[in-house]
């Protein structure tokens, strides 16, 4: 079994397609067949049930797949830990983020990352906090940037606070509220509101804060996404409340401030055994303190 072999099967169950695969992994089709065609034989069992229309796994391929993607990101850690032991940083880095990351410029920090570590390849994905937290624990991402309510904090991983931020009440241009210097939550409670989903990390500050009030609202409108708010809100759609750093990012709308907003906390957050090379390099250009002698 050799590694390239892995890679072509991986490349077949993510893309459900052989040709497409071929192109991922910059071989022609028929080679990828063949290596693929070898591996099966010398397992014992097909990994694809292939049809004129369609690829899919076969219950044998499925059981394949984990061990398969273990054993990948175990080379590759295995050669980026050698390179690292001679003053070259390899591999890969995944970063997680949310979409209002305000404390750290994610991109400019990425750009010197880049710089100074031109072979990492890097991923970035963006997600919910509580969603961040587990693909850090579960090893899918290396580093992630979180926004959490003071109620709550990381669990299950190391974790850097960066910084805390208020929220500020958000309202289209031509809304009542919006020639307001500042309003109160008991103001708020009576308008129709944007907000993320109940039970994420980004809606419960807001949920908390009401509810520690005694108050109620109405959030008529639940998007996934952060960045979507705002558009919701700038066609006068209902109000938001979203962290004051942040802000500045938003066109079409006004923001207030609340006097008894809530608080949101900053994290950057990474696994605490097995740290990889890059994610420690990644770490070292934030300026965080990690206590590992490599850092330093």
Known sequence: ????????????????????AAERCL?????????????????GAKLFARTSRRVRLTPAGAAFLPAARECLDAAERAAAEVAAAVGEVRGRLAVGLIPTVAAVDVPRALGDFRQRHPQVRISLRVGASEDLVEQVRQGILDVAFLGLPTTSQP??????????????AVVAPEHPLAGEPAVDLHRLSS???????????GRAQSD????GAGLSRDVAFEVTTADFIDRLVGQNL??????????????????????????????????????????????AVLDIPTGDPRDT
């Open 238 to 283: 209902g109000v938001a409340m979203l962290p004051a750093a942040y802000a500045p990012q938003l066109a079409g709308v006004v923001t207030i401030e609340v006097t008894d907003a809530p608080v949101r906390v900053e994290y950057v957050v990474w696994t605490g055994t097995g740290r990889t090379p890059a994610a420690s390099a990644f770490l």
């Open 155 to 168: 669990d299950g991983v190391t974790a850097h606070e960066l910084g805390r931020d208020r929220l500020v």
């Open 191 to 201: 308008e129709v509101f944007v907000d993320l989903p109940a039970g994420t990390a």
């Open 1 to 20: 079994m050799e590694l390239q072999q892995i890679r072509y099967v991986l490349a077949v169950a993510e893309t459900n397609s052989f040709t497409r």
């Open 27 to 43: 071989v022609v089709q028929s080679a990828l067949s063949h290596q693929i065609a070898r591996l099966e034989r010398e397992l």
């Open 208 to 211: 908390q804060a009401f509810a």
